[in-house]
């Protein structure tokens, strides 16, 4: 009796050495501490896709899934994490609940739960305490503020009701598995940009609307540009003749202002300024011809219905309603007698290698036609950066052909911390859906609570081909200026 005793309180602390911290802490590398999270993450996607993830994920471990009717629960096959003799043997489960808070809002919360065989001896009179299963109950708060946010509701008091028992076991103790809350989230949020080129017809003028970027008219169109202060730490990079790479997340409001405030310095130190944007080179002439015009009512008219782009079917990041204000902020920089011009250095069809190979030729000759003048390029990060990638040997970003030919170019990627964007994604049912998503940064982009916004150079060029980081802070969604006036969604579209 004394060994089952014994040998039972083996099996109670399974992870004892984590409880000093909390089973279902989460390390903050802000602070260094492992702490008990007091929000929860709002996931920008249906609760149905959401789920259908999680379920990937177990898959990937070999695990079979459950699920109850509704989609809402399930919960994986038991597993045995050890080899305890018969009669003191554990196993444990993955149990997962979602909440669904709207059309494209959900809560995923998912649980580890541990059973014992142990238990089933108090029913035989062998042993007076049973292992205890923690039950928590309290309700959830949606934070109305914060559309794509978190949810306050403290961890501890989250319910674990439903969860699913088993005959021979008995549920002893669960806990929010926030690993794999993580990895979840990984999977939802730290997905690559799609650019949807080639095939994309443009939807008649009539049939769009334009949002959020107003027409011109003669009382804005002489307005001073929206230059705030100086970016932080960008100075030493204005140079003639210099070129910087921007790698630009897409479908943000952060990045074109970023690129708008470091313009605004570099004219105001008397240098010529060319903004490079992703935006296909067939569209040069419809914006020299805008940018050089008085932004009248018919001259916005004229740029927005003679372009194909601004008016595809599917619109991704790069014709967000931010880049369009940056067109007519550099228009009216160049209005108030800066020297700017703008160059379209992307393409209407080509992918992969051809695609990055024309991107940099129209890159440098934007370069050599104003050789004088400082060059700072908005592109996706895989076409910004400088060096090969590791998974393509054949590979060539745009940045890299072009930094061979101007060793002095430099890359910059962005740190932030979580927000969202408008963006175009393959889906968790392998279409690609073009809206607005929440973008978590990987550890390396993640932007603490103690770093300030603003550009911070690296010692030396990094791996992955930067030079230095743009700290953004929380992104957040800029959806297309033109939307066709129905909702829609790519499936099956090339991209790039």
């Not at 695990?63 to 809402?72: I, M, N, Q, T």
């Not at 730490?233 to 140079?239: F, I, M, N, T």
């Not at 010692?459 to 992104?475: C, E, I, K, N, S």
């Given at each position: 009796m004394r060994r089952i005793g014994m040998m039972l309180g083996l099996v109670g602390c399974v992870g004892?050495?984590?409880?000093?911290?909390?089973?279902?802490?989460?390390?903050?590398?802000?602070?260094?501490?492992?702490?008990?999270?007091?929000?929860?993450?709002?996931?920008?996607?249906?609760?149905?896709?959401?789920?259908?993830?999680?379920?990937?994920?177990?898959?990937?471990?070999?695990?079979?899934?459950?699920?109850?009717?509704?989609?809402?629960?399930?919960?994986?096959?038991l597993r045995d994490p050890g080899h305890a003799a018969v009669g003191l043997r554990t196993q444990e489960r993955y149990y997962i609940k979602a909440e669904r808070l709207g059309p494209r809002q959900s809560l995923v919360r998912i649980f580890r739960l541990n059973y014992v065989e142990a238990n089933s001896l108090i029913e035989?009179?062998?042993?007076?305490?049973?292992?205890?299963?923690?039950?928590?109950?309290?309700?959830?708060?949606?934070d109305a503020?914060?559309?794509?946010?978190?949810?306050?509701?403290?961890?501890?008091?989250?319910?674990?009701?439903?969860?699913?028992?088993?005959?021979?076991?008995?549920?002893?103790?669960?806990?929010?598995?926030?690993?794999?809350?993580?990895?979840?989230?990984?999977?939802?949020?730290?997905?690559?940009?799609?650019e949807l080129v080639g095939g994309n017809t443009p939807v008649p003028m009539r049939s769009m609307m334009m949002e959020g970027w107003g027409e011109a008219d003669e009382a804005t169109a002489t307005?001073?540009?929206?230059?705030?202060?100086?970016?932080?730490?960008?100075?030493?990079?204005?140079?003639?003749?210099?070129?910087l790479l921007v790698a630009d997340p897409l479908g943000t409001q952060e990045v074109p202002t970023a690129a708008l405030r470091m313009m605004c310095e570099a004219t105001a130190q008397g240098l010529p300024v060319t903004l490079a944007l992703s935006i296909p080179a067939s569209e040069q002439p419809l914006l020299e011809r805008y940018v050089a015009s008085d932004g009248e009512?018919?001259?916005?008219?004229?740029?927005?219905?003679?372009?194909?782009?601004?008016?595809?079917?599917?619109?991704?990041?790069?014709?967000?309603?931010?880049?369009?204000?940056?067109?007519?902020?550099?228009?009216?920089?160049?209005?108030?007698?800066?020297?700017?011009?703008i160059a379209a250095i992307d393409v209407d069809k080509a992918q992969g290698n051809e695609r990055e190979a024309q991107m940099a030729q129209h890159?440098?000759?934007?370069?050599?036609?104003?050789?004088?003048?400082?060059?700072?390029?908005?592109?996706?990060?895989?076409?910004?950066?400088?060096?090969?990638?590791?998974w393509d040997g054949d590979f060539e970003p745009m940045g890299a052909r072009v930094a061979r030919a101007l060793p002095s170019t430099r890359a910059l990627d962005v740190g932030f911390q979580r927000g969202s964007q408008f963006v175009c994604r393959y889906n968790v049912w392998e279409e690609v859906e073009c809206n607005v998503f929440a973008i978590s940064p990987t550890q390396e982009a993640r932007q603490s609570s103690k770093q300030a916004a603003g550009l911070k150079l690296f010692?030396?060029?990094?791996?992955?081909?930067?030079?230095?980081?743009?700290?953004?802070?929380?992104?957040n969604a800029s959806p297309p200026a033109l939307q066709a006036q129905r909702q829609v969604t790519a499936a099956n579209f090339p991209s790039k």
């Open positions: 004892c050495a984590n409880l000093t911290r909390g089973l279902n802490a989460q390390y903050n590398p802000d602070t260094g501490e492992y702490e008990t999270p007091q929000q929860e993450t709002v996931y920008l996607v249906p609760a149905e896709d959401a789920m259908m993830t999680a379920r990937r994920i177990l898959e990937k471990q070999r695990l079979g899934v459950l699920e109850e009717e509704g989609g809402l629960e399930m919960y994986s096959s035989k009179g062998l042993l007076n305490t049973p292992l205890r299963m923690g039950r928590w109950n309290g309700a959830s708060r949606l503020g914060v559309p794509g946010g978190h949810v306050e509701s403290p961890f501890i008091r989250t319910s674990m009701d439903g969860a699913p028992m088993d005959e021979s076991f008995r549920l002893a103790n669960g806990y929010r598995d926030m690993v794999f809350e993580k990895s979840l989230r990984e999977h939802l949020e730290v997905a690559p940009a799609l307005l001073a540009p929206e230059c705030g202060t100086p970016l932080e730490g960008a100075a030493s990079l204005y140079s003639a003749g210099g070129v009512s018919a001259d916005a008219q004229e740029f927005l219905t003679g372009s194909a782009f601004w008016r595809r079917t599917y619109q991704d990041g790069r014709s967000s309603r931010a880049m369009l204000w940056l067109v007519e902020q550099a228009r009216r920089l160049r209005a108030s007698g800066k020297d700017v011009a890159l440098l000759k934007a370069q050599a036609a104003r050789p004088q003048a400082w060059t700072v390029a908005l592109t996706g990060s895989t076409h910004a950066r400088t060096t090969d990638v590791s010692a030396t060029q990094q791996p992955h081909g930067f030079h230095g980081r743009l700290y953004l802070g929380a992104l």
